[in-house]
Protein backbone atom coordinates (compact mmCIF):
# COMPACT_ATOMS: atom_id res chain seq x y z
CA UNK A 1 0.00 0.00 0.00
CA UNK A 2 1.35 3.22 -0.35
CA UNK A 3 3.57 4.74 -3.07
CA UNK A 4 6.77 4.21 -3.56
CA UNK A 5 7.71 7.71 -2.11
CA UNK A 6 5.57 7.04 1.11
CA UNK A 7 5.23 3.32 1.82
CA UNK A 8 2.69 1.56 4.09
CA UNK A 9 4.46 -0.69 6.22
CA UNK A 10 4.74 -2.92 9.52
CA UNK A 11 7.30 -3.48 11.58
CA UNK A 12 8.49 -5.60 14.80
CA UNK A 13 11.79 -6.37 16.10
CA UNK A 14 13.46 -6.41 19.76
CA UNK A 15 16.46 -5.22 21.69
CA UNK A 16 17.77 -8.02 23.47
CA UNK A 17 20.09 -7.13 26.84
CA UNK A 18 18.99 -3.31 26.75
CA UNK A 19 22.04 -1.36 29.81
CA UNK A 20 20.63 2.65 29.64
CA UNK A 21 22.52 4.71 32.27
CA UNK A 22 24.19 1.33 33.95
CA UNK A 23 20.39 0.19 34.50
CA UNK A 24 19.41 -3.60 33.07
CA UNK A 25 16.26 -3.20 31.18
CA UNK A 26 16.32 -6.61 29.04
CA UNK A 27 14.23 -7.15 25.83
CA UNK A 28 12.77 -4.47 24.69
CA UNK A 29 10.46 -4.67 22.03
CA UNK A 30 9.17 -2.69 19.00
CA UNK A 31 6.40 -2.89 16.76
CA UNK A 32 4.07 -0.52 14.38
CA UNK A 33 3.23 0.82 11.24
CA UNK A 34 3.60 3.81 8.72
CA UNK A 35 1.05 5.16 6.68
CA UNK A 36 1.89 7.94 4.95
CA UNK A 37 4.00 10.18 6.97
CA UNK A 38 2.85 9.19 10.28
CA UNK A 39 4.63 6.14 11.75
CA UNK A 40 2.82 4.43 14.56
CA UNK A 41 4.91 2.92 17.39
CA UNK A 42 4.53 0.19 20.37
CA UNK A 43 7.23 -0.37 22.72
CA UNK A 44 7.05 -3.20 25.85
CA UNK A 45 9.53 -5.01 27.66
CA UNK A 46 9.98 -7.72 29.73
CA UNK A 47 11.10 -6.08 33.17
CA UNK A 48 8.08 -3.51 33.14
CA UNK A 49 4.58 -4.07 33.14
CA UNK A 50 3.63 -1.03 30.68
CA UNK A 51 3.44 -0.26 27.18
CA UNK A 52 4.57 2.68 25.63
CA UNK A 53 2.12 3.55 22.23
CA UNK A 54 2.43 6.63 20.19
CA UNK A 55 1.93 8.34 16.60
CA UNK A 56 4.74 10.71 15.02
CA UNK A 57 4.57 12.64 12.06
CA UNK A 58 7.66 12.03 10.12
CA UNK A 59 8.12 16.07 8.76
CA UNK A 60 9.49 18.66 10.93
CA UNK A 61 8.16 19.58 13.15
CA UNK A 62 7.55 16.26 14.13
CA UNK A 63 3.97 16.15 15.62
CA UNK A 64 3.61 13.54 17.84
CA UNK A 65 1.18 12.07 20.74
CA UNK A 66 2.46 9.09 23.26
CA UNK A 67 0.45 6.95 25.73
CA UNK A 68 2.14 5.08 28.28
CA UNK A 69 0.07 2.44 30.52
CA UNK A 70 1.80 1.00 33.58
CA UNK A 71 -0.06 -1.68 35.91
CA UNK A 72 1.96 -2.16 38.93
CA UNK A 73 5.55 -1.50 37.12
CA UNK A 74 8.82 -1.01 39.24
CA UNK A 75 10.93 1.33 38.20
CA UNK A 76 14.19 1.66 39.76
CA UNK A 77 16.38 5.46 39.65
CA UNK A 78 19.64 5.30 40.83
CA UNK A 79 19.03 4.23 44.55
CA UNK A 80 14.84 4.61 44.26
CA UNK A 81 12.60 1.91 43.97
CA UNK A 82 8.82 3.03 42.78
CA UNK A 83 5.89 0.84 41.24
CA UNK A 84 4.00 3.31 38.93
CA UNK A 85 0.34 2.62 38.23
CA UNK A 86 -1.87 4.70 35.68
CA UNK A 87 -1.58 6.18 32.49
CA UNK A 88 -0.37 9.06 31.09
CA UNK A 89 -0.68 11.08 27.75
CA UNK A 90 1.35 13.81 25.92
CA UNK A 91 1.57 15.31 22.80
CA UNK A 92 3.67 18.11 20.79
CA UNK A 93 6.32 17.83 18.66
CA UNK A 94 9.91 16.98 18.72
CA UNK A 95 11.75 19.51 17.14
CA UNK A 96 12.32 21.85 18.65
CA UNK A 97 11.06 19.20 21.66
CA UNK A 98 7.81 20.76 23.24
CA UNK A 99 5.31 19.39 24.76
CA UNK A 100 1.41 20.62 24.65
CA UNK A 101 -0.63 18.18 26.17
CA UNK A 102 -0.75 16.20 29.34
CA UNK A 103 -2.53 14.06 30.93
CA UNK A 104 -2.37 12.03 34.26
CA UNK A 105 -5.61 9.22 34.59
CA UNK A 106 -5.21 7.66 38.04
CA UNK A 107 -1.80 7.55 37.75
CA UNK A 108 -0.02 6.68 40.88
CA UNK A 109 3.73 6.23 42.38
CA UNK A 110 4.81 4.52 45.12
CA UNK A 111 7.83 4.13 46.72
CA UNK A 112 9.87 3.69 50.25
CA UNK A 113 7.95 6.26 52.44
CA UNK A 114 6.56 8.07 49.71
CA UNK A 115 2.88 7.73 47.51
CA UNK A 116 2.28 9.97 44.94
CA UNK A 117 -0.75 10.72 42.98
CA UNK A 118 -1.79 12.66 39.78
CA UNK A 119 -4.63 12.86 37.98
CA UNK A 120 -6.25 15.40 35.13
CA UNK A 121 -5.36 17.69 32.40
CA UNK A 122 -2.80 19.74 33.00
CA UNK A 123 -4.81 22.77 30.85
CA UNK A 124 -7.86 22.34 33.31
CA UNK A 125 -5.64 21.15 36.66
CA UNK A 126 -3.86 18.05 37.19
CA UNK A 127 -4.95 17.02 41.25
CA UNK A 128 -1.72 15.87 43.01
CA UNK A 129 -1.36 14.49 46.08
CA UNK A 130 1.34 13.10 47.87
CA UNK A 131 2.18 11.85 51.67
CA UNK A 132 5.55 10.96 53.40
CA UNK A 133 5.96 8.92 56.08
CA UNK A 134 9.02 10.77 56.74
CA UNK A 135 10.97 8.29 59.10
CA UNK A 136 10.64 6.11 56.33
CA UNK A 137 12.40 8.21 53.69
CA UNK A 138 15.94 7.16 52.57
CA UNK A 139 17.97 9.78 54.03
CA UNK A 140 21.65 9.94 55.12
CA UNK A 141 22.88 11.24 58.12
CA UNK A 142 19.56 12.31 59.79
CA UNK A 143 16.36 10.91 61.64
CA UNK A 144 13.17 12.03 60.45
CA UNK A 145 9.58 12.01 62.23
CA UNK A 146 6.16 12.47 61.68
CA UNK A 147 4.44 12.61 58.35
CA UNK A 148 3.87 15.37 55.38
CA UNK A 149 0.92 15.55 52.52
CA UNK A 150 1.14 17.88 50.08
CA UNK A 151 -2.04 18.11 48.07
CA UNK A 152 -1.63 20.81 45.05
CA UNK A 153 -3.62 21.36 41.42
CA UNK A 154 -0.95 21.96 38.98
CA UNK A 155 -2.69 23.89 35.84
CA UNK A 156 -1.01 25.79 32.92
CA UNK A 157 1.74 25.21 30.92
CA UNK A 158 4.58 22.62 30.33
CA UNK A 159 6.88 25.32 30.23
CA UNK A 160 5.01 27.83 32.85
CA UNK A 161 3.55 26.10 35.18
CA UNK A 162 1.02 27.25 37.96
CA UNK A 163 0.75 25.19 41.17
CA UNK A 164 -1.16 25.93 43.98
CA UNK A 165 -2.42 23.89 46.93
CA UNK A 166 -0.87 23.02 50.71
CA UNK A 167 2.00 21.83 52.79
CA UNK A 168 0.72 19.84 55.77
CA UNK A 169 3.04 18.18 58.41
CA UNK A 170 2.22 16.44 61.63
CA UNK A 171 4.26 15.35 64.37
CA UNK A 172 7.61 16.34 62.03
CA UNK A 173 10.72 16.52 63.69
CA UNK A 174 14.61 16.26 62.50
CA UNK A 175 17.61 15.49 64.10
CA UNK A 176 21.48 15.26 62.73
CA UNK A 177 24.58 13.68 64.87
CA UNK A 178 25.43 17.31 65.35
CA UNK A 179 21.57 18.03 67.63
CA UNK A 180 21.19 16.47 71.16
CA UNK A 181 17.34 16.44 71.00
CA UNK A 182 15.42 16.29 67.75
CA UNK A 183 13.65 20.16 66.53
Known amino acids: H ?3 RLPDTDFAGELRDVVYQKQEH ?3 RLEG ?3 GKVATVQVSADKYAATATGDITVEEPYPFTMELKANHTPIQYEQYDFIAEGRIEAGGQAQPLKA ?3 RFDKF ?3 AEGVDLSADGLLD ?10 LPKLPVKDMELGGTAEVMATVCGTI ?3 SIEGALETRNATVRTK ?3 DAA
Request: proline share 3%; aromatic share 4%; hydrophobic share 30%.
Open 100 to 102: THL
Open 124 to 133: MGIRLNVTAD
Open 33 to 35: TTH
Open 26 to 28: GTV
Open 108 to 110: TLA
Open 178 to 180: EMT
Open 159 to 161: NNP
Open 2 to 4: GGY
